[in-house]
C-alpha cells in the first residue's frame, strides 16, 4: 500500500518515537507556564526548537516570547530600599495593593526600623480600610520617627481615618 499524500508532501509515519518524546516535552514546558513557573519553561522550550517537529516551532516561538516578557515583568532590580519603597508606593497608587504590601513587608524584612515601610504599609490598610492595622502601622512609623506624625496630619491617604478618635490621638497627643 502506497504512502499516503498531502499537498505539502509525505505524512509524518503515525508513531515516531522523537515527535511523541518533542510532545511529552512540549506539553511539559506549557504546563510550567501556565503555573508560573517561566524559568522552568524557557529553556525546555529553547531545547525543544532544536528537535521539534516543524508543525510546533511557531507556537515554541510565541511560548518563548511570553516567558521572555513575563520572566523581565516580574524582575526589579532595585538598589536600595527607597527604590523598593517608591516602586512599592507606585503599585499602591495603581491599585495593586498585595504587591505593594509584599515588596513593603520584604524592606521590613532586610530593616525592621524601615519606618517609611510602616508608614506605606498604614498608608495601604487605610486605603482598604482595615483601620485597626492603619492604626498599628502609623503608630510604629512615628514611634521609629516623629516626623511621621507631622507627615500624616496632611496626608490625603489618611482621610478615610480622620474620623476615627484613635488617628486623631495619635497624630494630636495632649501634652
Known amino acids: 500500500m502506497p504512502t499516503p499524500r498531502t499537498l505539502a508532501g509525505h505524512l509524518p509515519p503515525a508513531h515516531d518515537a522523537n515527535r511523541a518524546a518533542a510532545l511529552e516535552q512540549y506539553q511539559a514546558a506549557v504546563t510550567a507556564m501556565q503555573q508560573g513557573n517561566y524559568s522552568a519553561a524557557h529553556p525546555a522550550l529553547e531545547k525543544l526548537l532544536e528537535t521539534a517537529p516543524p508543525e510546533f516551532i511557531d507556537r515554541i516561538r510565541m511560548y518563548l516570547s511570553a516567558c521572555i516578557a513575563q520572566s523581565k515583568k516580574g524582575a526589579n532590580d532595585f538598589t536600595s530600599p527607597e527604590e523598593k519603597y517608591d516602586y512599592a508606593i ?67 491617604d489618611f482621610q478615610d481615618m480622620s474620623d476615627d478618635p484613635r488617628f486623631t490621638e495619635l497624630l494630636y497627643p495632649e501634652g
Open 90 to 156: 507606585s503599585l499602591l497608587n495603581d491599585g495593586q495593593y498585595e504587591d505593594a504590601r509584599e515588596h513593603l513587608n520584604e524592606i521590613l524584612d532586610g530593616d525592621g526600623n524601615a519606618d517609611y515601610a510602616f508608614y506605606g504599609l498604614a498608608v495601604l490598610a487605610s486605603m482598604t480600610g482595615d483601620t485597626s492595622t492603619c492604626l498599628d502601622k502609623l503608630t510604629e512609623a512615628i514611634r521609629l520617627n516623629s516626623m511621621n506624625r507631622i507627615q500624616a496630619r496632611s496626608d490625603s
